[in-house]
């Protein structure tokens, strides 16, 4: 895509794309509520629960450093975006979740 045929996001799109990131931590806590209501079920079928929630938490590390990195590089915008250390963090923690789980 050339940088010719680049169109900024409208207000509409930028609340959208906010409010869809923030989201991942109303998803994730009751993911973490729905875990620990039935722990004692999940003692009994999978190996670590442990593991499970650290994963999910590690999920939103990621999310909140994903965030940090749209706001502050771009304003949520995905034009020249650039790789440096937070977007790492990012994808550390997104990763690691992903495998702990």
Do not use: C
């Amino acid at each position: 895509m050339s940088s010719t045929s680049y169109t900024p996001l409208t207000d509409t799109q930028r609340v959208f794309v906010v409010s869809v990131h923030f989201l991942t931590f109303a998803v994730a806590g009751w993911t973490v509520w729905a875990i620990q209501r039935k722990l004692p079920i999940l003692h009994k079928r999978i190996w670590s629960p442990f593991l499970l929630i650290t994963g999910i938490i590690f999920l939103q590390l990621g999310a909140a450093f994903e965030i940090a990195n749209h706001y502050y590089e771009g304003n949520f915008e995905l034009k020249d975006m650039k790789t440096d250390f937070i977007n790492g963090v990012f994808y550390f923690f997104n990763f690691g979740g992903n495998y702990l789980n």
